[in-house]
T-cell receptor, first 112, second 116 residues
Framework: QKEVEQNSGPLSVPEGAIASLNCTYS??????FFWYRQYSGKSPELIMS????GDKEDGRFTAQLNKASQYVSLLIRDSQPSDSATYLC????????????FGGGTRVLVKP | GAGVSQSPRYKVAKRGQDVALRCDPI?????LFWYQQALGQGPEFLTY????????KSGLPSDRFFAERPEGSVSTLKIQRTQQEDSAVYLC??????????????FGEGSRLTVL
């Protein structure tokens, strides 16, 4: 079992719809959770971080964390073609020496 | 520029050759990380430096991989006797924070290594 798991997609959503991305992690002591966006051929860039259970909203993005279920999600509202990218879930495990572990990424395609 | 700079952007090596990949982090960033990203996969942790100290090298796949950051700024990832399975994008990231408490890693554009 991989430490951080994501559906590889592609997740195809029409423009203006909500894209919902899911991520599960295996280590219960994980403390910090992040979503990175990676355009094809480019480097990852941080879009959201979340540290406590519940929802965190930033513009069109909402991150949701449920530590009991070891589950973190990202919602993209009013999806735009420019949101088409791979979204990487990353988990920080302090017990593992502050290593940031990434999932395999979910490819999102927003169709006009 | 103000971002993380990596060179070369592209490197083609024959199997068995040695390669060196350079990373120039954002000025003042204490922490520096190397990741390996295969096509269609997420980045895989290789090694971590805090200033000049290599605090974690648990992700280096074999003793052919070696990284250094002698003066606490520029870092070099060296791969000896390259193999085809070493073909990947090597990403360097830096962070102002100690360790990865914030997770706000700033990534370079990567060095794409192709081993023939």
């Amino acid at each position: 079992q991989k430490e951080v798991e994501q559906n590889s997609g592609p997740l195809s959503v029409p423009e203006g719809a909500i894209a919902s991305l899911n991520c599960t992690y295996s280590d219960r002591v994980s403390q910090s959770f992040f979503w990175y966006r990676q355009y094809s051929g480019k480097s990852p860039e941080l879009i959201m971080s979340i540290y406590s259970n519940g929802d965190k909203e930033d513009g069109r993005f909402t991150a949701q964390l449920n530590k009991a279920s070891q589950y973190v999600s990202l919602l993209i509202r009013d999806s735009q073609p420019s949101d088409s990218a791979t979204y990487l879930c990353a988990v920080n495990q302090r017990a593992a020496g502050n290593k940031l572990t990434f999932g395999g990424g979910t490819r999102v395609l927003v169709k006009p | 520029g103000a971002g993380v700079s990596q060179s070369p952007r592209y490197k083609v090596a024959k199997r068995g050759q040695d390669v060196a990949l350079r990373c120039d982090p954002i000025s003042g960033h204490v922490s520096l990380f190397w990741y390996q990203q295969a096509l269609g996969q997420g980045p895989e942790f290789l090694t971590y430096f805090q200033n000049e100290a290599q605090l974690d090298k648990s992700g280096l796949p074999s003793d052919r991989f070696f990284a250094e950051r002698p003066e606490g700024s520029v870092s070099t990832l060296k791969i000896q006797r390259t193999q085809q399975e070493d073909s990947a994008v090597y990403l360097c990231a830096s962070s102002l924070a100690l360790g990865q408490d914030t997770g706000e890693l700033f990534f370079g554009e990567g060095s794409r290594l192709t081993v023939l």
